[in-house]
């Protein structure tokens, strides 16, 4: 059974940042892509960063320049790096993963396998 255990989440002021972690165990963690999403209240959850299995990544242009998804297959975790942090960036964010073999998607409803999400809260 696939797990993740996200870490990272917290209150910072605008301009922050912070640094998410999403630790994945059993199963190869290298045929993943690694998706992260986030849902503000009242709103859907959508997909903003994505990182394949051979590493290549693409981001939403809401946070394009500012925030890095990567992954570490030796330690089995990925990573969010977010900068320049916005009131607007306040949410519930959440990684999941997808067999590579499945390819690139979008939708939530494609990822079997999610974190319990951590809150993120922008505030001064």
């Known amino acids: 059974q696939v797990q993740l255990v996200e870490s990272g989440g917290g209150l910072v002021q605008p301009g922050g940042s912070l640094r998410l972690s999403c630790a994945v165990s059993?199963?190869?963690?290298?045929?993943?892509?690694i998706a992260w999403f986030r849902q503000a209240q009242g709103q859907e959850r959508k997909m903003f960063a994505v990182i394949t299995s051979i590493g290549s990544t693409n981001y939403a242009y809401s946070v394009n320049g500012r925030f890095t998804i990567s992954r570490d297959n030796a330690k089995n975790t990925g990573h969010l790096q977010m900068n320049s942090l916005k009131p607007e960036d306040t949410a519930v964010y959440y990684c999941a993963v997808r067999r590579s073999y499945l390819g690139y998607s979008g939708r939530s409803s494609d990822y079997k396998y999610w974190g319990q999400g951590t809150q993120v809260t922008v505030s001064s």
């Open positions: 059993g199963d190869t963690f290298n045929s993943y892509h």
